[in-house]
């Protein structure tokens, strides 16, 4: 059983920084590709930032040049670095993981997740 859970997150203004992370825990062979996503209210889920066993990262435009995904040399700790944070960024985050063969921004390919953490940015 894969369990993950977030950390991390809080309350900031606009224009700081936060860093979020995630545990990944149980029985696993190999390392799946992982991501973080965020939610609104009212809103769809989003991908926020995906990274491939092998370190390789994608970002949502969104956020490129801002965050930065990375993780832990045993691949069971995953971070979300966010710099010059904006309200609009405020948002349940949420990581997870998936064994799928294709490592893409997609919810519905990510099959473990954490319950979230909650980011808040004020102006």
């Known amino acids: 059983q894969v369990q993950m859970m977030e950390s991390g997150g809080g309350s900031v203004q606009t224009g700081e920084s936060l860093t979020l992370s995630c545990v990944r825990s149980?029985?696993?062979?190999?390392?799946?590709?992982m991501g973080w996503f965020r939610q609104v209210p009212g809103k769809k889920r989003e991908g926020v930032a995906r990274?491939?066993?092998?370190?390789?990262?994608k970002y949502a435009d969104s956020v490129r040049g801002r965050f930065t995904i990375s993780q832990d040399s045993d691949k069971k700790t995953l971070y979300l670095h966010m710099n010059s944070l904006k309200p609009e960024d405020t948002a349940m985050y949420y990581c997870?993981?998936?064994?799928?063969?294709?490592?893409?921004?997609?919810?519905?390919?990510?099959?473990?997740w954490g319950p979230g953490t909650r980011v808040t940015v004020s102006s």
């Open positions: 997870a993981a998936t064994w799928s063969r294709r490592c893409v921004l997609v919810e519905a390919d990510f099959d473990y």
């Open positions: 149980g029985c696993t062979l190999y390392t799946p590709c």
């Open positions: 990274i491939e066993s092998d370190g390789g990262a």
